[in-house]
Each structure stands twice: as C-alpha cells, then as structure tokens.
C-alpha cells in the first residue's frame, strides 16, 4: 500500500494485512488473528511477547533536541517549510561525520511548533496530514540513510474532522509509515480551572476510538526488526508505560515539549525493566516563550533506570546511545507485577473525569475548554 493510499478506513478494511500495523502499531501477527474482533488486546501467559526477527544485534538511538518555533498564521505554508527544512537539515547534520544513529527521534511539534494563545481554528491551519508533503520529505531522508525517523506533531485526519490531533509518527528506513500514534490522553484539571488543552486524545474519543480501531490500538507496540518500539507524549501515568511493557514493549520514546520530569522518564526504565528516551525542546529563539523555558534534558535510559546519554546543554544537540538488543531480548521479559494484590483497587477507582467527552463536543480555544471541562469532573 502506497503512502498516498494510506487512510484509517482503508486499513481497517485490510486487517488481515499489513496496513494495520502499519497505520497503528499494531503486529501483523494480532492483526491476522483479530479481524472480527478488531485487534481485541491479547496477552501472552508466560512472560514472553510477540517480536519480528531482529537484522542486527545492536543498533544506535539518536535523539535530536531541536528547536521548537510555532508555524506563523500569518504565513503558514512558508514557515511550516521553514521548519520542515530545519529539521530535515539537522537528520543531515546527524550523518556529517559518518554513521549516524539508526533511528533518529525528534520532540513532540518540530514541524508546527506550539503557538501561545492559538485557537482550535490556528492549530488546524498549521496541522499536518499523515501521509502528506512533510511526511513525503521525511520519508526520503530515512530511505537516503536507511533509517528510521520518529517525531510529533498537530496533525489533521479526516475520518476525525473538527479534531485537532498530537500524533507521533513512524517512518522505517523503506520511506513507509509504520505508526501514527495517538497521544493517549491530556492531563485535566491542573490549570486553575480556567483553560485546558483541547487537543483530541485516545481517551477524549474512547467509544468512538475502539470502535473504528479496537482496544489493541489504545497502546500500541511497533514490532520492528531492530526491536519492539512504542512512543507516547504522555507524562506521569506510569501505569500506562507498564501497560506497554506488558505488550511488550523493549525501547519507548516519549516526547514532551518542556513539562517533563527526569526521574519520570529514569522510572519508565527501572520498573519495567525497558530502554526509553525522552525527546524534549531545545532552546528556540524567536519563539513566543522564554527561549529557556524548560529546554533541554533530552536522555536516553537503560533498563536499569540509569542514564546512558543525557544532553549536555539546552541547545540543539544530538544525544546518542547503544542499544544491545539482541543481548537484551535473549533474558528479557515481561515485567514482574501481581496483579491479583491490587487489580480490585484498580476497577474500583473512578478518574476524576470521564471519557469521551470531546464526542459530541470540540472546544474553540483553550479557554473554552476549561469552560466546557469545569463541570465535567465527577470528583467532589
């Protein structure tokens, strides 16, 4: 199937094939076995999970910490090129002196950036489609070097019209797209009660989500032939990166833009036992925040919980890391938990807002949603 080709709808009415894998992290293997129950999550008994065959026992993650400069509404086209161009320049930069990393992973908007103030209206003007001109561009690069290339953006997909979406994407070292993952859910209720984020998540649309997708695709793993791959922007919910471990994930790359914090990305590590980078901002002049507000950190974690490359400044750097994977997959498993100790707590508990609550409503703007939101929650 074709990038041009690619379209939700049309994946899942290929289920049996590689087009759901493709558009939704999904294994080919669940895929086949699920296409009358929708990619329905299964879990293998005995500690293992399903993988491709590796091509190499060892493969370099590199994390490009790149600027982060909002599309300008005034000229949209021109400077969501210019950014395109940035980054594209810098997966050059990553091959100067010879090998570079195999999979190159950028922040969570290096193609629009994140525009202070910016209504639901803005962020679709500057939204990207997926596949569309930008992906076409990227896709080149990782077919020149033979690798892949993994970065977050808005995004617009019109099975989903009205919605602005963060999606990450997926490009193999073939130009093809591997994933477009959904960020699972934004945080509620944290701003005062006056603006929320109005970004469509997983969680925001659940229902409607499974139904066109199934829950295989809430938290997807990409079995690549370097290694089991799942991406997130989400912070602080470790629940959900042990949830991806249990899949089977063995390197999870989270981006973030500012808000993240060290000892969450180093726990992702420690308690399952994975490798996961995180992939924040770097200092960006010109944009509309403070130019260091939050840069930097960008790292790289090993299953241990210790670092194996942290950026060394807020600047634009490449941070760079070995992952053995062959050694790792050889002993690794899926994470030791008992969940027969506290699983009753956890279908006991009622989250302070519900799902689904962007269905039958989109708010306009930031304050808007904190307008629409302020009554939503269910917590007294």
């Not at 060892?58 to 600027?67: D, K």
């Not at 409607?208 to 032939?225: K, Q, S």
């Not at 470790?238 to 981006?255: M, Q, Y």
Request: hydrophobic content about 40%.
């Amino acid at each position: 199937m074709t990038e041009a080709a690619l379209s939700r709808r049309s994946l899942l009415g290929a289920a049996g094939g590689i087009g759901l894998t493709a558009a939704l992290g999904v294994s080919g293997e669940t895929a086949a076995a699920s296409e009358h129950s929708k990619a329905d999550v299964r879990i293998n008994p005995d500690g293992r999970y399903p993988v491709v065959p590796l091509v190499k026992e060892s493969w370099t993650l590199g994390v490009a910490q790149a600027r982060s400069m909002p599309v300008d509404l005034a000229r949209v086209e021109a400077s969501r090129r210019e950014n395109l161009n940035h980054m594209i320049g810098l997966i050059d930069a990553a091959f100067a002196f010879g090998a570079g990393p195999d999979l190159i992973f950028f922040h969570e908007f290096p193609i629009t950036g994140f525009g202070a103030g910016w209504t639901r209206k803005d962020v679709l003007k500057v939204a990207i489609e997926i596949p569309g001109v930008e992906t076409e561009e990227i896709a080149k690069k990782a077919k020149q070097y033979g690798i892949y290339v993994v970065f977050g953006s808005y995004a617009r997909d019109p099975d989903w019209p009205g919605h602005a979406l963060s999606i990450t994407t997926v490009i193999g070292p073939d130009g093809s797209i591997l994933a477009r993952d959904w960020k699972a859910r934004n945080i509620k209720g944290v701003f005062g009660g006056e603006i929320e984020l109005f970004t469509t998540t997983i969680y925001d649309v659940l229902d409607r989500f499974v139904e066109m997708y199934g829950r295989d695709a809430i938290l997807p793993v990409i079995r690549t032939p370097i290694g089991n791959v799942a991406t997130s922007s989400v912070q602080r919910e470790p629940e959900l990166f042990r949830a991806l471990a249990i899949k089977g994930a063995e390197v999870i790359l989270r981006t973030a833009t500012g808000g993240f914090v060290p000892t969450d990305i180093a726990a992702t590590s420690l308690y399952n036992g994975v490798y996961t980078a995180v992939a924040n901002n770097a200092i960006s002049p010109g944009s509309p925040f403070f130019e260091d507000t939050n840069a930097g950190g960008s790292a790289i974690y090993g299953p241990d919980g210790e670092a194996m490359a942290i950026a060394k400044s807020p600047n634009e750097t490449l941070v760079m890391a070995r992952i053995p994977i062959g050694v790792f997959r050889a002993r690794h498993r899926q994470p030791t938990i008992h969940p027969q100790l506290y699983m009753d707590v956890l279908n006991g508990y009622n989250p302070r807002f519900p799902p689904n609550l962007f269905d039958n409503y989109l708010p306009g703007d930031l304050k808007d949603a904190g307008r629409y939101l302020r009554d939503k929650g269910v917590w007294k």
